[in-house]
């Protein structure tokens, strides 16, 4: 059974930082494309981040480029979302998914708030 569950979100003020950690088991992590994707409050899922198998590739949506950073470690089955100079804008509920469209398989989420 696909396992994914996330960690690492908070509450931060506009230009902080945060890191998020998704705990991958029960497939073959290494074999797969992984992805972050978000959802606001009233909002649809939105993809923002995805690495292929041997993060050869990273891709990244406009809305976040320059300011997150998408990474895996395949020694211990976990993805990682480095988030920077956060925006009000980048409140929501964050998941990791299998595969890079963000469109299978995702866990339950971690919540990043960013207010003042």
């Known amino acids: 059974e696909v396992q994914l569950v996330e960690s690492g979100g908070g509450l931060v003020q506009p230009g902080g930082s945060l890191r998020l950690s998704c705990a991958a088991s029960?497939?073959?992590?290494?074999?797969?494309?992984m992805s972050w994707v978000r959802q606001a409050p009233g909002k649809g899922l939105e993809w923002i981040s995805a690495?292929?198998?041997?993060?050869?590739?990273?891709r990244y949506a406009d809305s976040v480029k320059g300011r997150f950073t998408i990474a895996r470690d395949d020694a211990t089955n976990t993805l990682y979302l480095q988030l920077n100079s956060l925006k009000t804008e980048d409140s929501a509920m964050y998941y990791c998914?299998?595969?890079?469209?963000?469109?299978?398989?995702r866990g339950q989420g971690t919540q990043v708030t960013v207010s003042s």
């Open positions: 998914a299998l595969g890079g469209e963000g469109t299978a398989a």
């Open positions: 690495v292929d198998s041997g993060s050869r590739n990273k």
């Open positions: 029960g497939f073959s992590f290494i074999s797969f494309a």
